[in-house]
């Protein structure tokens, strides 16, 4: 049943991705996020406020796992909120773009790195 899969691992989907193809965050250009409308009005949250905030934002846990450890609950901290280059990386190199769902999981969604 569709309803009950697990929502998409964003962070861990991207630490496979850097260890696998990108070794460094400089080597990375673009990370173009594919969604649906609900991804990208309740997770696209760029300027993330607290902790809380940066958790359910896909922009700020991918552009955090290009620096840090997205498996470590010790990464998402106050110092990862402030940090500049965790900043940039979400306004910079994170795109987040609707996906049509026709023939899709309406969880599903396409990254592109």
Request: charged share 25%; hydrophobic share 40%; proline share 8%.
């Amino acid at each position: 049943m569709l309803d009950t899969l697990p929502p998409p691992d964003w962070a861990g989907f991207v630490a496979a991705q850097r260890a696998s193809a990108v070794e460094r965050q400089r080597d990375v250009a673009k990370i173009v996020v594919e969604g649906s409308e609900r991804l990208l009005s309740h997770h696209g949250n760029r300027e993330p406020a607290d902790i809380a905030q940066a958790q359910y934002s896909v922009p700020f846990c991918m552009a955090l796992s290009l620096f840090r450890d997205p498996d470590d609950p010790r990464s998402f901290d106050g110092v990862a909120l402030e940090d500049p280059a965790i900043r940039a990386a979400c306004r910079d190199i994170i795109e987040l773009r609707s996906r049509p769902q026709a023939g899709h999981v309406v969880r599903s969604a396409r990254m592109i790195v």
